[in-house]
């Protein structure tokens, strides 16, 4: 029974962190390879992500409440406003930080800017989009534990609950398994990067 009672949450907490979190990642990396191309936008985005991220969580989860109200959807916006900045500033940072003589030798070849896009610049970035994402994972499992404050549900209303009653095994009944889940995502996106980054260093044009 105790257990069925811990399920929901976890579910609820891993729908909630995660929708975000790919979210996040649809958002962050088209305006990141938008950025490379456009200083106006580059400016913009950046400026926008970097003062999103200078405001504390608390401040950002209580500004999206009279925005757009409580619950869900809510807490999914609040969510993306923290975990955008590193997943844009990441990947905008390794596309821009290839070799220029590799770029030169796609444009020789007659390459596309979209085939350079994606066989010459998307390995080399390969290493600092996954230290992005992987960042976003962890930002997104902790601010997903604080928007249970705008009724969000998941663990996070397990660990305010028990901060409220003073009862720390149901305290611990929704941070411990948060923490697992930040752990195993870490694990993951390791696992994922290490069987990625042997091809980060090919450009496909061999």
Known sequence: MASNLLLTPIFQHIVLAYTALFLSIALGIPLAILALYSRTLQR??????????AVPTLAVVAIVVPLIGIGFWPAIVAIILRALLPIIKNTWIGLSSVDPAQIASAEGLG?????IIRYVRLPNAYPAIFAGVKFAAILANSVAILTAMIGSGGLG???FEGLAGVNMMKMLSGALPAIGIALFLDASFSWMER??????GESGLE
Not at 44 to 53: G, K
Not at 111 to 115: G, Q
């Open 157 to 159: 209303s397990l660990v």
């Open 44 to 53: 913009i985005v950046m400026t926008l992500s970097n003062l999103m991220q």
């Open 111 to 115: 390459l596309s800017e979209w085939e």
């Open 195 to 200: 069987r990625l980054l042997p091809r980060s």
